[in-house]
């Protein structure tokens, strides 16, 4: 449920209708922000709404019908916006992170970074550790991997946004990225989103690959259970009987989740079709369909990529969808990286 304090509540108030619920047996989660404080009531013990309603400072009390309770729009009526140092998440500027699928070796590494930055990204993305159907497939660089991100990021000024499959890699990912990345296959690993939890770094959420939205949600609900309120959404195509494409990217969850949680949404177009030539047509959607933010591999050479190369852009379409977005993005209130460092050739 969700306690609504009033306009002109006392700490003292608040402290103690927290103090009681806890006693009761509840976990309350406090909304940052709000125009109101309002309090998310969480856990197993027994609460009678009626007697809560007659404490001093409530204004009333409210039962959320979604299990996911902390995600929803009753308990954060407003969009959660946060920074990540300078960049700014969920607010009016869609934010475009893009890198390769993997760091293959330093000059790719910062080869692709430095494109990236001129076009307008504000992260850099790369894997480090990678999740791949087959056991003989190139599987990342590990540590060394995540040491030439970083080095990559820093030098072009960029937040490095990279994927953790294990509880065993929290502790080492931590030490190099800005934003911890759920991929899709781990999205109801529960153990893993505890942990994650307990962090206070950003965590983007990719929607697991035959999961629904409300499954998806409940698997953020782990992650704000926590603690952790730095929760992006990330919308990276599901699957369905259709072929021509890797996955089916579900654009219509944009608006649906928007209006079901508080949470910013990303997309991901790249898995999203799996194929280069869709990427863009598909980013375009995503912006005007009100996402916050896109989620794009590209490579400095993708057909000598040694993951995912037919779906990773060559640096010159990624300028050129950037340039596309800029366009789109103001017809709906948004802007999108309005000073790119340097306007490259079209071709390609």
């Not at 009761?24 to 709404?49: E, I, N, Q």
């Not at 959320?64 to 969009?79: C, G, H, N, V, W």
């Not at 690959?209 to 309120?229: C, H, P, Q, R």
């Amino acid at each position: 449920m969700v306690v609504v304090m009033k306009e002109r509540v006392t700490t003292e108030q608040v402290e103690r209708v927290i103090a009681h619920l806890v006693e009761l047996g509840m976990d309350v989660h406090r909304s940052t922000g709000a125009a109101r404080v309002v309090l998310g009531v969480v856990g197993s013990g027994k609460v009678d709404p009626r007697l809560i309603e007659m404490m001093d400072g409530v204004h009333e009390v409210l039962r959320i019908t979604e299990p996911y309770k902390l995600a929803s729009r009753t308990f954060k009526p407003e969009d959660t916006v946060f920074s990540i140092g300078d960049v700014r998440i969920g607010g009016d500027e869609v934010i475009v992170i893009a890198g390769p699928c993997s760091a293959e070796n330093e000059a790719q590494v910062n080869a692709t970074a430095a494109a990236v930055k001129r076009a307008g990204a504000k992260a850099f993305r790369g894997g480090a550790f990678k999740p791949r159907s087959s056991p003989y497939s190139f599987q990342g660089l590990g540590e060394e991997g995540l040491r030439l991100l970083r080095n990559a990021a820093n030098a072009h000024d960029l937040k490095l946004v990279t994927e953790v499959m294990d509880i065993s890699q929290i502790e080492v990912i931590d030490k190099y990225a800005d934003v911890f990345q759920v991929g899709a296959r781990n999205m109801q690993n529960f153990t893993l989103l505890r942990e994650l939890g307990r962090t206070r770094k950003t965590i983007l959420l990719k929607r697991g690959i035959s999961a629904t939205i409300e499954e998806w949600l409940l698997s953020a609900e782990y992650v704000l259970a926590g603690g952790n309120t730095q929760v992006i959404l990330c919308e990276r195509g599901i699957r369905t009987f259709e072929t021509q494409t890797r996955n089916t990217l579900d654009i219509s969850a944009i608006p649906i989740v928007k209006q079901l949680s508080h949470l910013p949404v990303f997309v991901d177009p790249s898995h999203g079709t799996g194929r280069r030539d869709k990427v863009a047509p598909m980013a375009r959607a995503a912006v005007a369909a009100g996402a916050d933010g896109l989620l794009i591999e590209v490579h400095c050479d993708p057909d000598h990529a040694l993951s995912d190369g037919a779906q990773s852009l060559f640096p010159s379409q990624f300028d050129r969808l950037m340039a596309e977005l800029r366009i789109i993005a103001p017809a709906i209130g948004r802007s999108i990286c309005l000073e790119p460092i340097a306007r490259r050739g079209w071709a390609r």
